[in-house]
Structures are given as structure tokens and as C-alpha cells.
């Protein structure tokens, strides 16, 4: 057992660059986008790039805070320094559950996804197998993870390029595919809004689902090498990264074929790959999304085990490292509970995650806000009148309340939609029941 328990620096500004940008190329793009479009039509490039800048808002408060402590172990430690440790162990516990949910819905996925390649084979096989190589991963080294994420990255990146290269290749041609010929005037021939407007407000909701998962830069800062550099600069690229991937690749999708073509029940690449007559499509997106999934798995072992590694107490079973510097032990126990998965995929074959899922994801908009508020507190503490001012957030404390509007906004869409009233429902009451353990648990 290693005798200082301080993270291991191995991460490079590669790595942090490429773990940036997978966080914000979440699976929402290629799996959602088709429901997105169906919902808005070309708006939805406005909705996404409204969301963008507010996800991009959130993370510069994030990145202010963590370069004011680069030996947190995760942002949820300036959350217990500023508002409280009650609000430190609700925020903590409630972001550790809401990863450990989407890893097994993610291991779920992949299951089902390896199928589509061999259809007789055990989903549940193709889970342990996934899982066990990407524990190993982590618990050996984070620049094996750092790796992992890298080239995972790199795939969807290269999926994403190839679609908006192939849009301006078939407009500047002219080229003509099943549905006509390619023009940018494909993007708003049948209208700018769909369904007139009438399912605007729950795009705003698909759009920040798509960006999910965003804030695990900051969990990556105690592990790297250089954080007053890389940090910064990764959380800087976002926004140019949405503007590429995201609002390049729906401009794209749009413009090769008429945004009315699309259904929500299949990914729109697929169907623009299908469209331009490349038989291969569906086996290159399942791949695609296949290690989108593995991606989010990836993140979400890295996540847990350091999450229950910082809310642990000092010198406790799970607050310990390995001979790597690696917290092995919160890293085993997340990866048992995600197994569990398996074994109730098994009692029940059809997918019971997507209610417990989009509980989870109605939690992420309340972390978020309480790491605005984090910002705000911190901005009217000591430790920023004495001069701690290192990567400021453009607008301070008026950007962060700004950016809360817009999340209580998008939470109130998912309140009174009903689709998503009851899982909201569920993780206020997730909150409440929380709150209630921690004044049994936590002293002032």
C-alpha cells in the first residue's frame, strides 16, 4: 500500500484535451439528435448552441474553482468548503449514485449493441467482459485510462468529421443522392420549426441531456500534470468544440438530407450514411456509439471510485490508494454495484434503466446548480479578496446566477412534461430523503 495518499500526476494535456472533448460528445448526439430534430427542426441548431453557452458558462465557474485548489480530489470538495458539509455530503453522494445509474445503463447498451453483430450470443457475456477490461484499466494506471479515453475520443471525433466533410463535399458538388440534390437551401425548404413551434421546450431538454457529463473535466485536475495549463485551456475549447461538432454535425445532417426525413427511432447517421449509399453505415455507427457507450463506462469507473475516495473519512477502508496512487478500492466496489446490472438484466431482459436513468439526469441539473452557487460563494469569500484570482469567469457572480435561470428553466421543462414528471419527482425526493441522512451523519 503506497504511503502518501495523494493522486497520482500522469494525465498529459493530451489527455485532458481528448477527455474534454468526450465530455462534451456525449452518446445524446448520435443517438438523440434524430428526436431532437424531430421535435424542433433547424431550430434546434439555436437550441443547442443556447445550451452550449450556458454548459460552457458552468464549466468556467468550474474552472476558476479548481485552479484555486489544484489538490482536490473532485469538485464536490469546494462545494463542502463553501456552502457546508451537508450540502457536500447530499451533492457528493447524489453524483457518485447518478454515475454508478448511467454506467449500468451504459453496460446495458453495450450489451445490446454487441448483438447487433451477434445476434445469438449473451448480452450479459459481452457486459463482464467490457466491464472487467475497463476495471483493469483503471486500477493499473491513470495513463491507461488516460489512453482509453484518448482513442475513444478520437473515433467519435473522426465519425463526426466525417459527416461534416462529407455535407460540404456534396454541397460545394452539388451531388445528388436518393433524396436530390445536396444544397444548403435543404435546411430550411420545409421550414425552420417543426410541429410549429409546439415541441420547442423539450428540445431545450434533449439538448442538455446531449451534454451530459461536461463537468468530468474537474475530475481529472488532481491527476494531471500541469493543471494551470491544461485545465484551462481544455475548458476554453469548448465552446469551440460545440460549435463544431455539435452544431457542424446537425447543420450536416440537415443539409444532405431534409431534416423531415428523420425519425427519432434511428440515429441519424445512420440514415444519412444509408441516404448517400454506403451500405457499411449501420455496422459504422453501432461501432461508433458502441465505444461512445464504453467511453461513458470508462468515465464513470474513474468517477465513482474517486468520488467515494474524497466523501470517505480520512485514514477509512476506502480512503486509501493502491501502489499506483490509484483509489482501487472505491474504483471495485462502484464496478460490483454496476455488475449487479447483469444479473438483473437477466431477471428482467427488457431495459428497466431508462425511468432510474432519466432520474439521474434530473440530478445533474441540481449538482450544477449548487456548483454555480459554489462559484458565487466563493467569489464573496477571503480566499478571493486576497487575490486567489486565477482563470475568472467572464461576468462572474452575474454569469453564474444568469446560467442557474437557465437550468431551473430546463428543470421546470422537465417538472411539467409528462414524460419526465416523474422521474423529476423521484430525485427531489432522492434529494429530500439525503438531506434527512445528513444530520444524522454530518456535524456544522
Not at 447518478?98 to 454487441?114: H, Q, S, V
Request: proline share 3%.
Amino acid at each position: 500500500m503506497a504511503q502518501t495518499n495523494k493522486l497520482s500526476r500522469t494525465l498529459s494535456g493530451r489527455h485532458i484535451n481528448m477527455i474534454a472533448l468526450g465530455g462534451t460528445i456525449g452518446t445524446g448526439l448520435f443517438l438523440g439528435a434524430g428526436d431532437s430534430i424531430q421535435k424542433a427542426g433547424p431550430s434546434i441548431i439555436l437550441i443547442y448552441m443556447i445550451t452550449g453557452f450556458f454548459i460552457f458558462s458552468m464549466m468556467r465557474a468550474l474552472g476558476e474553482l479548481l485552479l484555486t485548489d489544484q489538490n482536490q480530489t473532485v469538485f464536490i470538495g469546494f462545494m463542502k468548503k463553501y456552502l457546508g458539509n451537508r450540502v457536500g455530503f447530499v451533492m457528493g453522494w447524489t453524483y457518485w449514485l447518478g454515475w454508478i445509474i448511467i454506467a449500468m445503463a451504459e453496460l446495458t447498451a453495450i450489451g445490446k449493441y454487441m448483438q447487433f453483430w451477434l445476434p445469438q450470443s449473451p448480452a450479459w457475456l459481452w457486459e463482464l467482459i467490457f466491464l472487467v477490461i475497463l476495471y483493469s484499466m483503471n486500477i493499473f494506471a491513470v495513463k491507461a485510462f488516460g489512453e482509453t479515453e484518448f482513442w475513444f475520443a478520437l473515433i467519435k471525433i473522426i465519425a463526426i468529421l466525417s459527416m461534416i466533410g462529407i455535407g460540404i463535399f456534396m454541397v460545394v458538388f452539388h451531388i445528388h443522392s436518393e433524396v436530390g440534390t445536396t444544397k444548403l437551401s435543404t435546411l430550411w425548404v420545409h421550414g425552420l420549426l417543426a410541429n410549429h413551434g409546439n415541441s420547442i421546450l423539450s428540445a431545450f431538454q434533449m439538448a442538455f441531456f446531449a451534454f451530459l457529463g461536461v463537468e468530468f473535466v474537474g475530475i481529472t485536475a488532481a491527476e494531471t500534470k500541469n493543471p494551470l495549463k491544461t485545465i484551462p485551456k481544455s475548458i476554453n475549447a469548448i465552446i469551440i468544440r460545440i460549435l463544431i461538432f455539435y452544431v457542424g454535425a446537425l447543420l450536416a445532417i440537415m443539409i444532405i438530407q431534409p431534416w423531415t426525413n428523420y425519425t427519432a427511432s434511428m440515429s441519424p447517421f445512420v440514415q444519412v450514411f444509408s441516404g448517400i449509399g454506403i451500405p457499411a453505415a449501420a455496422g459504422i455507427i453501432n461501432f461508433v456509439i458502441l465505444t461512445a457507450a464504453a467511453s461513458s463506462l470508462n468515465s464513470a469507473l474513474f468517477t465513482t471510485g474517486r468520488m467515494i475516495f474524497s466523501l470517505s473519512p480520512k485514514q477509512s477502508f476506502f480512503n486509501r490508494l493502491n501502489q499506483h496512487f490509484i483509489p482501487m478500492r472505491g474504483i471495485t466496489i462502484s464496478a460490483i454495484l454496476v455488475a449487479s446490472v447483469i444479473l438483473v438484466n437477466m431477471i428482467f431482459p427488457k431495459d428497466a434503466f431508462g425511468l432510474v436513468t432519466a432520474t439521474a439526469s434530473a440530478t445533474f441539473i441540481i449538482i450544477y446548480i449548487f456548483l454555480l452557487l459554489t462559484h458565487i460563494k466563493y467569489r464573496h469569500s477571503q480566499d478571493f479578496l486576497n487575490g486567489g484570482k486565477k482563470f475568472l469567469m467572464p461576468g462572474g457572480i452575474f454569469s453564474s446566477y444568469l446560467t442557474i435561470l437557465f437550468l431551473l428553466f430546463v428543470f421546470l421543462i422537465l417538472l411539467f412534461s409528462n414524460a419526465t414528471m416523474l422521474t423529476t419527482l423521484l430525485a427531489v425526493c432522492w434529494f429530500l430523503i439525503l438531506f434527512t441522512i445528513s444530520f444524522v451523519k454530518i456535524k456544522k
